[in-house]
C-alpha cells in the first residue's frame, strides 16, 4: 500500500473508530435517520429491490410488497450502522447480541478430524456470523469466511481489519485452496463460511435452479471444495431475534459430501435459505441484483464443454 494510501486508511479507521464509541441506542437512532434519507429521499436501488420483490412474491398484492420495501429499508439501515459499531464492540457485548446453537455437533466433527463448510446467504447481520470463533470449544481450528476482494486497497483494507478483529480470518476467493493447505500444514481442522448467494461470473455457471421462484445461476465451488477435502457441510439458519440481536443454528446437510448426486448439496442449501427468506424476507438483501444473468443469455452466448464454461463464437452469417 503506498505511503498516501495508508494515511487514507488510518484517517477513515480513526473517524470509523471514533463514531463506533458510541453506544449501540445511538447507532440505531442514527439509522432511522439515514432510513429516512434513504428510503423516501434517496430511493436506493428502489427499482432493483422492486423487482425482486416482485419477481418472488408473484402472488402479494403491491401493499404487501411495499410494506416489505419498506421494512427492507429499516433493516439494512440498521445493518449498516450495527456494521460501524463492530469495529469497537466488546466481546462480551456481541456473545450476547450473535448466539449460536448446533455448535456441540460443528465441534464434534472438527474433533473427529473432518474440516466444516458453512454454507449461508445475505440474511441477517452477515458481518457478525464472523464472530463464531468466540462460541467454539476448539481453538486449535482455523476460522475463516470467503470474501471477494474490493477493488479499492484501501477500503478493503478498512473492511478486512474490521471483520477480522474477533479472530476469523478474511480469506480471498481465489486463496481458499492456499488456506487449507495452510491449516493441514499447521495441524489445523478448518471451518470456513461461505455467503453462497451471490452472482457468478459467467465462466463460472455450471447450475441453475430455482430459487424464489426464479431461474437462478449458483455458485458449485463449495460443493467441488467439500467433495475434493471431504468436509462436512452445514447450512447456517440465520434469525433476527429483535433489534440489534440475532442467532444463528447451524443445520447439518452432509458429513459425507461425495455420497450425494452432483449438485445435490447446492440444491439443498438454497431450499434451507429460500425457507429462511420466506419465514422473515425482510431480512435478505433485496438491494442485490441477484438475477442480472439469464439463462437466455447464457444460452445464446455460452456453451459447455468437457465440462467447461465457454463463450460461444460469434455467427459468420
Known sequence: MRWYN?????????????????????????????YLLVAHVLHYRRRVIRRNLANSFPEKSDAERRTLELQFYRFFCDYLAET???????????????????????????????????????????????TLRLAMENPNAGYGHIYHPLENEVFDRLFLTVRNRMGSQSIAMHDTLRFLRRCHDQGWHSVIGYISDQV?????????????????????????????????????D?????????????????????????????????????????RAPQYWLWSHNRWKRTREEFDRNYQVINGRVVARKPSMD
Not at 480513526?14 to 439515514?34: E, K, N, Q
Not at 441453475?208 to 467439500?226: C, D, H, K, S, Y
Request: glycine residues 6%; aromatic residues 16%.
Open 200 to 236: 457468478p461470473l459467467w465462466q463460472n455457471i455450471h447450475h441453475w435452479l430455482t430459487f424464489m421462484n426464479q431461474e437462478t445461476p449458483v455458485f458449485t465451488g463449495v460443493e467441488r471444495i467439500a467433495r475434493k477435502y471431504d468436509q462436512a457441510v452445514f447450512y447456517v
Open 6 to 34: 495508508r494515511i487514507l486508511f488510518w484517517l477513515l479507521y480513526g473517524i470509523w473508530y471514533t463514531i463506533s464509541l458510541l453506544p449501540m441506542w445511538f447507532h440505531h437512532g442514527l439509522a432511522w435517520v439515514l
Open 238 to 278: 440465520v434469525q433476527r431475534v429483535k433489534r440489534g440481536y440475532y442467532t444463528a443454528q447451524f443445520k447439518l446437510i452432509t458429513r459425507h459430501p461425495a455420497d450425494l448426486p452432483e449438485f445435490e448439496i447446492t440444491n439443498r442449501c438454497f431450499q434451507m435459505l429460500e425457507t429462511t427468506i420466506r
Open 84 to 130: 460501524v459499531k463492530f469495529a469497537t464492540i466488546s466481546r462480551r457485548n456481541i456473545k450476547r447480541r450473535m448466539t449460536f446453537t448446533g455448535t456441540e455437533l460443528v465441534n464434534q466433527v472438527l474433533n473427529e478430524g473432518q474440516d466444516v463448510a458453512l454454507m449461508l446467504g445475505h440474511y441477517g447481520n452477515w458481518e457478525w456470523i464472523t
